[in-house]
């Protein structure tokens, strides 16, 4: 079994900057890739960034590339997400995930374990 718990959300200003965490617990954290996605109102949950089990490797979804940064530390059993130049449309849910992959996946059906959640908000 494992646990995930997202923190770090808010409200910001457009252009401004928020890092989200999220601590893992009660899994070899380690061992695994993991993910950000997010979910807008009435939207469906879209990919945001993964990252693989060691940290060498990255992906993210187009609109975030050059804005938004994945990274990990393991003997924290921590993922972090740094998001800057926020715009309104980044508003959403951000979920972190992860699986039984040790290599970045991009579709959310390929992770097992979901955190609750963390709302960002961003106002023009």
């Known amino acids: 079994q494992g646990q995930l718990v997202e923190s770090g959300g808010g409200l910001v200003q457009a252009g401004g900057s928020l890092r989200l965490s999220c601590t893992?617990?009660?899994?070899?954290?380690?061992?695994?890739a993991m993910g950000w996605f997010r979910q807008a109102p009435g939207k469906e949950r879209e990919f945001v960034a993964a990252i693989s089990w060691s940290g060498g490797s990255t992906y993210y979804a187009d609109f975030v590339k050059g804005r938004f940064t994945i990274s990990r530390d393991n003997a924290?059993?921590?993922?972090?997400?740094?998001?800057n130049s926020l715009k309104p449309e980044d508003t959403a849910v951000y979920y972190c995930a992860t699986g039984n992959s040790r290599y970045v996946r991009t579709r959310a059906y390929e992770y097992n374990y979901w955190g609750?959640?963390?709302?960002?908000?961003?106002?023009?």
Do not use: H, I, W
Not at 24 to 32: E, V
Not at 76 to 83: E, S, V
């Open 76 to 83: 924290k059993n921590t993922m972090y997400l740094q998001m």
């Open 116 to 124: 609750q959640g963390t709302q960002v908000t961003v106002s023009s």
């Open 24 to 32: 893992a617990s009660g899994r070899t954290f380690s061992s695994y």
